[in-house]
């Protein structure tokens, strides 16, 4: 083989194991979410209980976040931060199901208008997925413009209720984030190698892997859209581009609660030999 055939194949299985690594760093930070996602679907195999499932899912909730507490999933102030996107979750959710935008049809004791206290975990997920992969990889941004970011992410986030009532701004919002998030790169740890993205690409990647979740999550019987309810239909693929844009509402609360109270790294430099530019700031269902 002569040396630039060596060189390729060398190259070719550098990739294909740092692809591989970068998989397992994702499933790792997707623990939590899995881990619920599971015993969700489990929860449906269980013969007949005096207990309604969504109230033993509640608890397995409660549950599985001590036990991620316990064993280092998260630090304590990631898990205050994601009993914040809980209860952000659970005022989400008050709205949409009396809007009818998706239902629980199960009847529980948790169950508040219609909406059982679990629903919040599903949000809860979310934030732990950014959580751990914001330790796990080492993340930081490049020219992460805060004010604006947090300005059209709650823009967003009220836009999924006032669509109701006014016209939907959806598409004028994503394009807005796209600007408000123009030059900002993520950087991220894969083993000992350095890498980036913009950080746009990387709403809509999570936001396409959101929307794999909820058909998993909705064929697990998690909650129903007015569609499922006469059978599982897979979740429409609009769904995807609501998750690229929700997403950034949790982005910014890790960002911004994640790091209170502490320095924010504003000024710490990435390792010389890692290629991400040197001066760097540190800085979830859908209508």
């Known amino acids: 083989m002569r040396k630039g055939e060596k060189s390729a194949a060398s190259g070719l299985r550098h990739g294909l194991g740092q692809l591989v690594r970068f998989g397992v760093v994702q499933a790792r930070a997707c623990a939590f979410a899995v881990a619920l996602l599971a015993?969700?679907?489990?929860?449906?195999l269980l013969p007949p209980l005096p207990v309604a499932r969504y109230d033993l899912v509640l608890v397995y909730g409660v549950l599985l976040t001590l036990v991620a507490r316990r064993v280092g999933w998260e630090t304590r102030r990631d898990t205050a931060v994601i009993a914040v996107c809980h209860v952000l979750g659970l005022l989400f959710e008050?709205?949409?199901v009396r809007l009818g935008s998706w239902s629980y049809p199960e009847d529980a004791l948790t169950k508040v208008a219609g909406v059982p206290l679990y629903?919040?975990?599903m949000y809860a997920a979310v934030a732990s997925y950014v959580c751990r992969a914001r330790r796990l990889m080492e993340l930081r941004f490049t020219r992460y413009r805060a004010a604006a970011t947090t300005l059209v992410a709650a823009a967003v986030y009220l836009n999924f209720f006032t669509h109701h009532w006014i016209p939907d701004l959806r598409w004028p919002l994503?394009?807005?984030?796209?600007?408000a998030?123009?030059?900002?790169?993520v950087g991220f740890s894969v083993g000992a190698h350095r890498y980036r993205m913009p950080l746009t690409v990387s709403f809509v990647l999570i936001g396409f892997f959101l929307w794999v979740a909820e058909n998993a999550a909705t064929y697990a019987g998690a909650w129903s859209y007015p569609q499922q309810l006469g059978g599982w239909q897979p979740v429409p693929l609009t769904k995807f581009g609501a998750w690229s844009l929700l997403i950034s509402v949790t982005f910014v609360l890790v960002e911004h609660l994640g790091t209170a109270g502490r320095d924010r790294r504003a000024a710490r430099p990435e390792p010389a030999p890692r290629p991400c530019p040197p001066p760097v700031?540190?800085?979830?269902?859908?209508g």
């Open 39 to 44: 015993g969700i679907g489990a929860s449906r």
């Open 94 to 96: 008050l709205v949409k």
């Open 119 to 121: 629903g919040g975990f």
């Open 174 to 179: 994503a394009a807005a984030m796209t600007a």
């Open 181 to 185: 998030t123009a030059g900002t790169w």
């Open 281 to 286: 700031s540190d800085s979830f269902k859908t």
